[in-house]
């Protein structure tokens, strides 16, 4: 699946890349996640003061426990402007320290870490990790960045070639954000990269639904929306679907996103 655009500042666009390693070289074209929020987005309450020594999940109340929205938005515009991943992320990962119980930040390190060059995956996945362990004891995360957080874990394992180990990321955000495309193609990519047939071409034939229903979730921008035809051309062209190409759903989905395809032109 697709990189990152060229030029785009810190965690802008996580992009996904199914069957490749380096998702700063995009191997061909597909469907991207949303632009991330800046970090002030979302936030879901005021944080207390931080303790950096204290972990204790019992103060979230429900909500990631987010410096102020004003402290956000100034660091996430000068990162922007400064274009230094390097230094973003060092910055970003001493504040998710001082902010024992922010999920939030740590999904923003993570994205970060991702698009480093080369790819910080482990880093991103240890990230991803504190930040899903957060939302599930109570600090919990905006369902957008939570989306975020289980696709860019499942990223990080396909960037090391690890697709069986993306699976249960990729499951979860099938389950919980069942409606979002980019969700479900990438779910089948792990599992066609797997050998699982069966389940690749039950995870396309979602695809087609949403995108013929186009029902995916509010938090997927309409710029990141891809069309019909832009999922027609991955089924043609991905190579991580060869295996599921010598099944006949396989060619009746493609007969679905065709029709639609020469419908909107």
Not at 66 to 82: K, S, Y
Request: aromatic residues 6%; charged residues 20%.
């Amino acid at each position: 699946m697709r990189g990152l655009p060229v030029g785009i500042a810190l965690c802008l666009v996580l992009a996904f890349a199914c069957g490749h390693k380096d998702e700063s070289a995009p191997r061909r074209t597909g469907p991207a996640l949303p632009a991330v929020p800046a970090l002030g987005a979302d936030v879901r309450r005021r944080a207390p003061t931080p303790n950096a020594t204290t972990a204790d999940t019992s103060e979230c109340h429900g909500a990631s426990v987010d410096p102020e929205p004003t402290m956000l938005e100034e660091t996430i515009g000068r990162l922007q402007g400064a274009r230094n991943l390097p230094a973003a992320y060092a910055e970003l990962l001493a504040l998710s320290l001082q902010y024992p119980n922010s999920a939030t930040l740590r999904v923003r390190a993570a994205g970060v870490a991702l698009q480093s060059t080369p790819p910080r995956s482990q880093d991103a996945a240890r990230l991803y990790a504190e930040s899903i362990r957060l939302h599930d004891n109570h600090c919990t995360l905006a369902p957008r960045d939570l989306w975020i957080a289980l696709q860019g874990m499942a990223v990080a394992h396909m960037q090391e070639g690890e697709f069986g180990a993306a699976i249960p990321w990729l499951e979860r955000g099938s389950r919980e954000f069942a409606s979002a495309p980019p969700t479900r193609y990438n779910h089948a990519c792990a599992l066609c990269r797997t050998d699982h047939v069966e389940g690749c071409i039950t995870e396309l034939t979602a695809v087609v639904d949403h995108v013929l229903a186009n029902d995916a979730p509010p938090f997927v921008s309409y710029q990141d929306q891809r069309t019909a035809a832009d999922y027609l051309a991955l089924f043609n062209s991905d190579a991580d679907l060869a295996p599921a190409r010598h099944d006949a759903r396989f060619a009746t989905l493609v007969e679905r996103l065709g029709a639609t395809a020469i419908d909107t032109r």
